[in-house]
Structure formats: structure tokens, C-alpha cells
């Protein structure tokens, strides 16, 4: 069993930034991969970031060059680094993990994902 706990969201501008991050439970958070998603008003839940057990990383289209994830084995936390937020990045962000994959396409789905956190909400509005 894995426990997910988010952190790190609020208010912020326009063009501001914010770090999530998600400490997990459990011994086994080296074996898994981890995952990002957020879900708008209104809006299916949907993709924004993954990062593998080997650290191969995967991004939304709609967040890359603004959005960085990356992951502590040691800490067992993984971190969504948020710049040059826009207004349609506000969203309840949940971190997920996933204990079994075959290939980077599968963590962009979030069927893949056994374990989800209680998200944090993220606004950005002037």
C-alpha cells in the first residue's frame, strides 16, 4: 500500500511559480514510476508530467519548457517544479504512482496509476 500526500499549491499571478511535491509512504517508492495530473472546473482530469523508476521523463505538450519534474528516492518525494504559470494552468494537481509499466506512452494514462494522492489546488489569477 502507498500513501500520497500533495503539498506546495495556492494562489499566485500570472508568469509566477510554484513547487509541488508529493511525499510517498512505503519502501518500494524507488520501483515506481510517478505521475502529475490535474483536473480544471468542469475539465476530464488529464496529463501534465511523469518521471519513471530509471528517471525517463514525459510531459503534457500544453506545460513543457514551463513545468520540471523530478523525483528525491531518498526523501521518497517527487516534485513538479511550476514556472511561467498561466491562468489555464488552475487546477487540482494529484500526484499518482504506478507500479507496473511497459512503456513511457502507458504513464501518460491514468489507468496506469495504483496509487493517488488528495490533490492540491493550484489558482492562478491576478
Known amino acids: 500500500q502507498v500513501q500520497l500526500v500533495e503539498s506546495g499549491g495556492g494562489l499566485v499571478q500570472p508568469g509566477g511559480s510554484l513547487r509541488l511535491s508529493c511525499a510517498a509512504s512505503?519502501?518500494?517508492?524507488?520501483?515506481?514510476?510517478m505521475g502529475w495530473f490535474r483536473q480544471a472546473p468542469g475539465k476530464e482530469r488529464e496529463f501534465v508530467a511523469a518521471i519513471s523508476r530509471i528517471r525517463s521523463i514525459y510531459y503534457a505538450d500544453s506545460v513543457k519548457g514551463r513545468f520540471t519534474i523530478s523525483r528525491d528516492n531518498a526523501k521518497n518525494t517527487v516534485y513538479l517544479q511550476m514556472n511561467s504559470l498561466k491562468p489555464d494552468d488552475t487546477a487540482v494537481y494529484y500526484c499518482a504512482a504506478a507500479t507496473y509499466y511497459t512503456s513511457g506512452y502507458d504513464l501518460r494514462g491514468g489507468s496506469t496509476y495504483d496509487y493517488w494522492g488528495q490533490g492540491t489546488q493550484v489558482t492562478v489569477s491576478s
Open positions: 512505503g519502501r518500494t517508492f524507488s520501483n515506481n514510476a
